[in-house]
């Protein structure tokens, strides 16, 4: 029997009927994205915080971003400008000095130094930016304006309907009823809002729409304090109203859509007001382009909504759905609930053109730089998920940053292309103590291009993605050195699990990163023969010659060199049989005895969301499906997973797509199985207890 698509989304529409500071709902396309309060609008910022490392205010949860949206403050002294060249540190490895964009000074040669202001502006630009705050405001009989506030709503009710992708807000501010309604265009950078009120009508109620300059603070996308440094200007249009803004060397453009009734005016240096005369509706439509040039056509409310009425449903029809309804295991609601609104929300944060940040197109992390060890755990799903397109977007990014990865290879001396860490748009690498130094983010384009074909087989797959798959492979290929033990990565390296970021200079062969060297040296070898070209015989000899992971006390440590394993952070040593297929690296018996090690004692309090997919993919691939549904549900303060579905971290990461990718990563591989599985739905318990329909999915490697 088929699964009743609309049914299984549907009871997990997310319904609020208070304000919850944590728990915003957003709307987006995965190139644009609006996050709202309770209102349906972004009215209450500051109650929707995200806090600094340091525990103070650092930014809001209601953003208005796009892939597009960044933002450069001038560099140097009088914008001469900081070169990355300006940060390198050159190590000793076992081919000789290689330099590296290090900010923290040369090992053992002094110690630490102060972080330089070319490292900071490096490290901050370009930042990401909000590209405006859209919320309710009061006005009184004299027409004087003041804040919405808390304590004038109540009766409040909000509804995101996932199978059509709007907010339905609906509450009584000040004695009288509003319903507000937002949703996004799914093809373009379009927002639309309609406001129903009687308070619309007497001129009570209007929109405030505010514009802030770039910040580049850690989190927070938007500095309200400086309104010198940037421009706001609104001009009357044919079709409504166009606000032009302009941000030191960048800009955009916001169009306004005329509707019956709107009027736009600009209130103050950076802001407007949308009101209404004469009618209790109030249709806000409002597009957002990088230039004016590019501003989307003009829409109304009503061609937006239905543009999305027609998406949404098409996106639950097609690809991948698991249904555990039936399920008498307690464990199942949960899991279902997860597993939808996590590909609601990767849909619309993290399948656009870019490789995601970690909080998506909700907030800033990292200054909205992306990191791209973590592009895996926001993108790999979409293929597994029978959605490849979704991944193709931001997989050709990496044709754009190509040329700089070949650059960063060559100066190091190295072959083929080595990818940086954390980035922006133009791929140029953030100096970074840790970043600059870890690995495991190499292997990466050649499983996201595998996973992409083998959902969607084509010639044109392998001609569009070749080029990227054969450069990865030509580092990885140059990187190892030869040794009496075979061919060893590192030093300097640091393994996926950072906790060995101290000893970098000295780290050497990390578990997880010996056999993902391993198992990428020989796809990129089957992408060779699709292109119908020869094994590469410096590939196959490192493959084969890699040293072998270090096991001590019958389990695999993280590295080869003391301390070998620190029970901190991530259990990355996992990886190696469960995010990758088995490879003749790995002993399954001894990775399922390193499972139970891991799960006998480790720190979870310092781990963070993919940690506990990991644990279930690789549960479920030595044949502990019981562990693996127990590791997903886990309940530790990282694995905490919101009403709207954000999976929580900390205040200061209070989202974490890597987390809601990895649990649709493991829920497909734990339902689908992998190549020689052997048995429908290995990951879930044959106990009777577990009910697993299925379709659409595909197979991981």
């Known amino acids: 029997m088929s699964i009743d698509r609309r049914a299984l989304v549907s009871r997990h529409h997310v319904e609020l009927t208070e304000l919850d500071g944590r728990s915003p709902l957003s709307v987006g396309n995965g190139e644009f994205c609006y996050t709202v309060d309770v209102t349906g609008l972004q009215t209450f910022p500051d109650l929707y915080p995200v806090e600094s490392r340091d525990g103070g205010p650092d930014g ?39 330099p590296y964009a290090d900010m923290t000074g040369s090992i053992g040669a002094g110690g630490d130094r102060t972080d330089s202001p070319a490292e900071l502006w490096l490290r901050a630009n370009p930042h990401r930016l909000d590209l405006g705050r859209i919320g309710l405001e009061l006005l009184d009989a004299d027409g004087r304006a003041r804040p919405v506030t808390p304590g004038d709503l109540s009766g409040v009710r909000q509804v995101l309907d996932l199978w059509h992708g709007v907010i339905d807000s609906t509450f009584i501010l000040c004695g009288e009823p509003v319903r507000v309604r937002t949703v996004c265009h799914p093809d373009a950078d379009v927002l639309a809002v ?158 656009g053109s870019l490789p995601p940040q970690e909080t998506g197109l909700v907030c800033n992390s990292w200054r909205g730089r992306f990191h791209l060890e973590m592009h895996w755990w926001h993108a790999a799903h979409f293929a597994l998920w029978g959605r490849p397109e979704l991944l193709a977007r931001s997989l050709r990014w990496y044709h754009s940053a190509l040329d700089a990865a070949r650059a960063t290879a060559k100066l190091q001396g190295y072959a083929g292309a080595r990818w940086p860490k954390q980035v922006g748009p133009d791929a140029r690498e953030s100096p970074s103590p840790i970043g600059a130094f870890l690995i495991w983010q190499q292997p990466h384009p050649i499983h996201l291009a595998e996973l992409l074909y083998r959902a969607a087989p084509s010639r044109e797959v392998v001609e569009e993605f070749a080029e990227i798959v054969f450069a990865t492979a030509e580092f990885m290929a140059d990187f190892p050195v030869a040794t009496e033990r075979g ?71 993280a590295i080869d060199v003391e301390p070998y394993t620190v029970r901190t952070d991530h259990p990355s040593m996992l990886c190696a049989l469960g995010v990758l297929p088995e490879t003749p690296l790995i002993d399954p018996a001894i990775m399922r005895a390193t499972l139970h090690d891991v799960l006998a004692d480790w720190d979870w309090d310092s781990t963070w969301g993919w940690d506990y997919p990991v644990l279930a993919m690789t549960a479920a691939r030595v044949g502990e499906p019981e562990l693996a549904v127990a590791a997903l549900t886990m309940p530790a303060g990282k694995n905490e997973f919101l009403p709207n579905g954000h999976n929580r971290q900390t205040s200061s990461l209070p989202l974490y797509l890597p987390g809601n990718g990895g649990v649709l990563a493991a829920v497909a591989l734990m339902a689908a199985g992998w190549d020689g599985a052997g048995r429908q739905a290995p990951g879930f318990p044959d106990d009777g207890r577990w009910t697993v329909q299925v379709e659409g999915l595909v197979p991981a490697p």
């Open 60 to 98: 809001t949860l209601l953003g208005t971003q796009a892939q597009w949206g960044w933002h450069t403050v001038p560099a140097g002294d009088g914008g001469s400008g900081f070169r990355l060249e300006d940060t390198l540190i050159t190590y000793d490895t076992p081919r000789g000095p290689v």
């Open 194 to 351: 309609r406001i129903v009120s009687d308070a619309v009508r007497a001129g009570r109620l209007v929109v405030r729409l505010a514009f802030p300059y770039g910040s580049q603070s850690w989190h927070d996308a938007a500095d309200w304090t400086r309104p010198e440094a940037h421009r706001t200007t609104l001009q009357r249009t044919a079709g409504g109203w166009r606000v032009d803004r302009e941000l030191d060397a960048d800009g955009y453009a916001v169009a306004v859509t005329a509707t019956e009734g709107l009027t736009v005016t600009q209130t103050g240096a950076h802001v407007l007001r949308a009101a209404a005369v004469g009618t209790a509706t109030l249709d806000l439509v409002a597009g957002f382009a990088p230039s004016a040039a590019a501003l989307p056509p003009s829409a109304s409310f009503e061609e937006v909504h239905a543009a999305a009425a027609r998406h949404w449903p098409e996106f639950w029809s097609s690809g991948g759905a698991v249904e555990l309804a039936g399920s008498a295991d307690e464990r199942a609601a949960e899991i279902e609930r997860r597993t939808v609104l996590s590909q609601y929300l990767t849909a619309v944060n993290c399948a």
């Open 487 to 557: 061919f060893q990565l590192g030093p300097p390296v640091i393994p996926a699990q950072e906790s060995y970021g101290s000893i970098r200079a000295r780290a050497t062969n990390p578990t997880f990163e010996l056999a993902y060297w391993h198992w990428a040296l020989e796809t990129a070898q089957a992408w060779r023969a699709r292109a119908g070209l020869p094994p590469h015989e410096r590939w196959s000899a490192v493959a084969a010659g890699l040293a072998p992971p270090h096991v001590r006390d019958g389990v695999y440590t």
